[in-house]
């Protein structure tokens, strides 16, 4: 159940699903031009043969989970991007027997929360799906999703939104790639596609990050050094990942390449430092798989410590180029202390901090605990929550290298209690063999910390037909412009009679 094991991030793929936007410029207020999504496919079905193709004139009706207009159309319902309900609009629809292809032409009444995305690849990137609406919309459409997911356990509390809601990304990895001229671009895939969009800004990314890989693309033809090409298995720079410590400064930079064989390797990155003094680390990551996964596991130091600190919540974090470490510092410090609010410790209280990561969550609650116990599968991991601990000086954590539900069924055999578990599974959430390790252990509390409300949902049920209820639910916006919402939730084991 190891979810932190290669990228750092919720998701390994080239393209993450929640957080990534792009723009030149800021734009002004939208002027709802029909061009603006011309050619746009808004269906998943392919296109067939014997293809009939009308334009319609639709009103949007409500939201998908996923952001998408609803429309009605011929007795089906469709589900169209970047349309706003109570919006009127003309559409293109194209029917190939029972396949349907729906494409956006243009917004004909458009609805008073619709705004001009600030992010000029916004259409065309998809990695942010609700730029389109403004922020005050946004929240509510959070909200409503949060409020209709856990709808059977009571009602959430209002959603914790970011003050600015741009710029917040610590963490952002781009891809090197040539155009039809043969030129080299830079910037990420389309969504669910390897179509590659030059671009050298995103609004979500640190600014300082994406002012690094364009200094790096820049360089690349003065040191002939060729983007990897993944059709061909040539070329050399496949990602260039970018970390950055919010409080501290410090930033890292990982070369992600196809070969360990990097011919001048010194004098670039002495380019590079003379470019941007504020690097404080480089590394070489050596990734030669056909795989989708951002990093390889062969690694070398090419300046500096080869990790960056940060603080959060007063304490201080070792992160490496393959730590997980939540990607928006100001929202995590919002979620971090909801967490240990609702734990209720009083200083006595053994917590486990199970899928622990790097230590983050359990060595603040340690300020609190009587005792922490960190549990996860990643060794890397546990060697960092390890160094973390003792550079805080946090005297009761314990780190251990394992299975979290495993560790607690075996504490359960011997007798052992624990007063609070602390979980903050994958985006696909815990699976049986550790919900049904909890309720062995049967801790007094469980804080429930989680990216995916809906497989959330899926778990507590589990809990709350095995001696827990829910005692309240916390959402908070830790991916700004995306659909994506972090929740954490309280459960309380019930009092026997």
Known sequence: MNKRKNSGDKSSTKRKQSTKSHSKKHSKPDTHKANKF???????????????????EVTCTGLTKQGKGIIQWEGKQLEIEHLLPGETAEITVSTSGRQIDAVLKRV????????????????????????????????????????????????????LAMDHPYDYRNKSHTTFG???????????????????????????????????????????????????????????????????????????????????????KNNFVKALRKAHPEITTILMNVNNRNTSMVLGDQEKVLFGKGTITDTLCGLKFDISAKSFYQINPVQTEKLYAKAIEMAQLSGKETVIDAYCGIGTIGLIASQKAGKVIGVELNKDAVRDAIQNSKRNGVKNARFYQGDAGKFMVEMAARGEKADVVIMDPPRSGSDEAFLSSVVKLKPKRVIYVSCNPETQVRDMNYLTKNGYEVKGIQPVDMFPQTVHVETVAEMVLKVSN
């Not at 949060?146 to 356990?153: G, R």
Request: proline share 5%.
């Open 108 to 159: 004909i009444t458009p609805s008073e929360n619709r705004v001009t995305p600030m992010c000029s690849y916004y259409y065309e990137c998809g990695g942010c799906q609700l730029m389109h609406m403004n922020e005050q919309a946004q929240k509510y459409f959070k909200q409503e999703t949060i409020d209709k997911l856990m709808k059977p356990f009571g009602k959430p509390e209002p959603i």
């Open 178 to 264: 040539l155009n039809k001229d043969r030129q080299i671009i830079g910037g990420l895939y389309a969504q669910n596609s390897h179509q590659l969009i030059s671009m050298d800004r995103c609004l979500i990314h640190d600014p300082k990050a994406d002012e690094i890989w364009n200094t790096i693309k820049d360089m690349m033809k003065s040191f002939k050094i060729q983007p990897y090409n993944e059709d061909t298995g040539r070329g050399f720079l496949r990602h260039v990942l970018v970390k950055v410590g919010k409080v501290s400064g410090e930033i890292m930079v990982v070369l992600v390449v196809a070969s360990p064989i990097f011919k001048g």
């Open 38 to 56: 011309q050619g746009k496919n808004l269906s998943n079905n392919k296109r067939g043969r014997n293809k009939k193709t009308v334009t319609a």
